[in-house]
């Protein structure tokens, strides 16, 4: 991560997830935490984290930390094929309503595709996959 006074301003503004992944030991998958919040502050290699619930944290970064930032983006910004996350949470018709649409970059396809479990929400998912098309209808675009 260059550490650049104007890269760590920038970063000290984002909302931002950081993904701290340990080494894997065996064949197995590595364990991940994940902090979301406002990145305060950056010393060497500790991030100070604002999360959402008030906590202040360090996190140390290693080699394998992976750290996103979030903006805003329109529906328009979203194409055929791009690969998005729709995080997600049950209705009481048993439909699923989308409370947010993430769009990765290229580098990202592939990643945690499918259906799982997500922290944005109380019962909330997350489906990452690619979009095979856009369409009109009368309740806008879906």
Known sequence: MPHK????IQLAKAIAVVLALSSPGFAQQ???STVRGEILG???KTVTIKTRDNQ????????????????KISLADIKPNAFVGVASVPEASGAQK???????PESARGTNEGT????VRPNS???NGAV???VKSNDGAE
């Open 5 to 8: 006074a104007n890269t760590a």
């Open 116 to 119: 799982r479990a997500y922290d």
């Open 30 to 32: 590595p364990p991940v």
């Open 56 to 71: 202040t944290l360090s996190v140390e970064l290693t080699d394998k930390t992976a750290i996103v930032g979030l903006r």
């Open 42 to 44: 950056i010393a060497g």
């Open 125 to 127: 998912s997350m489906t």
């Open 132 to 134: 095979a098309d856009q």
């Open 98 to 104: 989308a409370v947010s649409v993430h769009l990765f």
